[in-house]
């Protein structure tokens, strides 16, 4: 296994758990939206360019709403 592999599997790995704790926290939903940019950095590096385009757009997904959590969240008071 090269270091490019273990980087997605990694960055794939980081993914999997940040969605399954989405739930629990909104900072889960920015740390799922930064592994998606690991993921697409991933993606490009090994040569699988759609790969990394669809992160990066997962990434984006992921940030429009963790903020609209942390907006929902402000206005529950829950900060």
Request: net charge positive.
């Amino acid at each position: 296994m090269n270091l490019l592999t273990v980087f997605g599997l990694f960055a794939v790995t980081a993914m999997v758990i940040c969605y399954a704790l989405e739930q629990r926290h909104a900072l889960f939903t920015l740390a799922f939206a930064f592994s998606c940019v690991l993921g697409s950095a991933y993606g490009f590096l090994q040569g699988a360019w759609p790969f990394g385009v669809v992160e990066l757009i997962w990434s984006g997904i992921a940030v429009r709403k963790w903020f609209k959590l942390k907006s929902t969240s402000a206005v529950r008071g829950d900060e």
